[in-house]
């Protein structure tokens, strides 16, 4: 549940930044040698998205950085595993958010990231602010119906300076609509992606409805979906 899971896992902090979790492929951007690669989350190098980042991003950051990774997401219509059309892409798109040293691993702050990506002109994800750890679990709940019914995945809340590991916070309408498409095929997907998904829903609702009574608000207001199961 939202509001208790990030006072506990940020407890030490005093604001947490929120940025988009976009609803594509992750994908990790390297020089090898002099050679830019596109690798997925497994580590295989995808030649598809090779060819997609050069053209996006080209050498010149890397020139500059050879010992940085950019971690991202690839999102559009033209994608070849998640094909998303509402963020208003023609193509293919490539979204920055995480920076880490190619060896050690040591992230960027989050900031400091978004500026250098700013300088170089590659995308970042929207960075929907930094708010203070007690009223961030309200503000996160404001972005997730800001999005109505266009499918956005979701969140990611992280400790500006990424000392702290980051934690997902994805919507109703994304739950209900992985599970209404994995049970067309509930043979070929595993308890993990189902179990995950039915207790994100499962808890949200409860989460939710309790923070519209304290608001003294009607629950059919909040812009929540019903209930997917």
């Known amino acids: 549940m939202l509001h208790p899971a990030l006072l506990k896992h940020f407890s030490k902090l005093r604001k947490v930044a929120v940025e988009e979790k976009m609803n594509g492929y992750n994908v990790r951007v390297a020089l090898i040698g002099d050679k830019l690669v596109a690798l997925?989350?497994?580590g295989f190098i995808c030649p598809y998205t090779t060819e997609k980042a050069n053209d996006l991003i080209g050498l010149g950051f890397f020139q500059d950085y050879p010992d940085l990774v950019l971690c991202g997401e690839m999102v559009g219509p033209d994608s070849p595993y998640v094909p998303k059309t509402f963020y208003n892409i023609e193509s293919l798109e490539f979204f920055v958010f995480d920076i880490r040293e190619k060896n050690s691993g040591k992230p960027l702050h989050v900031m400091?990231?978004?500026a250098l990506m700013e300088e170089?002109?590659?995308n970042s994800v929207r960075l929907f602010g930094e708010f203070d750890i007690g009223e961030a679990h309200v503000e996160i709940a404001n972005i997730i119906k800001s999005f109505g019914d266009t499918l956005r995945e979701g969140v990611v809340i992280k400790d500006p300076e990424m000392v702290l590991s980051p934690v997902k916070y994805t919507s109703s309408l994304s739950n209900c609509a992985d599970l209404r498409y994995a049970f067309e095929f509930y043979n070929d997907f595993g308890r993990d992606f189902f179990f995950?998904?039915?207790?994100r829903e499962a808890f949200q609702s409860v989460e939710w409805m309790r923070m519209q009574r304290k608001l003294g608000n009607d629950a059919n207001s909040s812009g929540k979906a019903s209930f997917c199961l």
């Open 120 to 122: 170089y002109g590659i």
């Open 40 to 42: 997925t989350r497994g």
């Open 112 to 114: 400091k990231r978004r």
């Open 196 to 199: 995950g998904r039915v207790c």
